[in-house]
Structure formats: structure tokens, C-alpha cells
């Protein structure tokens, strides 16, 4: 059984929405992951620590958003190729509130959790 083609739309724009969100957040969060050049003459030792750390979480930030961006794209291919919805273990299809909560799900529960 595979999912309707009303869903199949419903999920390409929620798809399509949340790569929006995490590009126009992208562009903001990159100012944040340059490095951070201190005068240390004029900041204290902490400032410069609560810096590197603000730096160092906005790199992993933008690293997450470029993982969440791929697997985006690769969820819009497999709408694309009739293949969206599928779980790659099983073939069965993912229940499609799973795919509401995370649209770039790969597994159904069953064979998420035996992976775990």
C-alpha cells in the first residue's frame, strides 16, 4: 500500500517549508560559526570561554541543519521516484503520523526500534 497522492503533496510542501526554515536559518546561524577573534588585552578569560563555547555550538547547529537539508532533499527524490513513504527495511509503509512528526523518516517503528 503506498500513500495518497493528496499526502504525497501534503508531505512534498512540509518538506518543502522545512528546508526553507533551516536555509533561511542557515544564513543567519553562519555570521555565528566564524571564528572568534578576541582582543585579549581588553575580555576577560571567561568572555573569551562563553565565546569559543557559543562558537563551537553554532558550528554543531549548522552541522545539524546541513544533515536535517540532505535529508530533506533525499526525501523530496523518493516523492519524486514513488518510493516516499517506505520503510528501507521492511518495505512496508511508515505510518504516515510517524511521517508527520519526522518527514524525513526512513523506517517504519517496528524496524526503528530493533535497530535500537
Known amino acids: 500500500m503506498a500513500l495518497s497522492e493528496s499526502d504525497l503533496?501534503?508531505?512534498k510542501l512540509l518538506l518543502i517549508n522545512l528546508k526553507t526554515g533551516s536555509l533561511e536559518a542557515g544564513e543567519t546561524g553562519?555570521?555565528?560559526?566564524?571564528?572568534?577573534?578576541?582582543?585579549?588585552?581588553?575580555?576577560?578569560?571567561?568572555?573569551?570561554?562563553?565565546?569559543?563555547?557559543?562558537?563551537?555550538?553554532?558550528?554543531?547547529?549548522?552541522?545539524?541543519?546541513?544533515?536535517?537539508i540532505i535529508g530533506i532533499d533525499a526525501a523530496l527524490e523518493r516523492i519524486g521516484?514513488?518510493?516516499y513513504g517506505n520503510c528501507f527495511e521492511c518495505g512496508?509503509?511508515?505510518?504516515?503520523?510517524?511521517?508527520?512528526?519526522?518527514?524525513?523518516?526512513?523506517?517504519?517503528?517496528?524496524c526503528a526500534e530493533a535497530q535500537e
Not at 555570521?31 to 555550538?57: F, H, I, K, N, P
Not at 512496508?92 to 510517524?98: C, Q, T, W
Open 30 to 68: 553562519q555570521q555565528a560559526e566564524q571564528v572568534v577573534e578576541l582582543d585579549q588585552t581588553r575580555v576577560g578569560r571567561l568572555s573569551r570561554m562563553d565565546a569559543l563555547q557559543a562558537q563551537a555550538m553554532s558550528v554543531e547547529t549548522g552541522r545539524r541543519r546541513r544533515q536535517q
Open 9 to 11: 503533496q501534503r508531505f
Open 92 to 110: 512496508e509503509l511508515i505510518n504516515p503520523k510517524r511521517l508527520e512528526a519526522d518527514p524525513v523518516a526512513t523506517l517504519c517503528i517496528s
Open 81 to 83: 521516484t514513488g518510493s
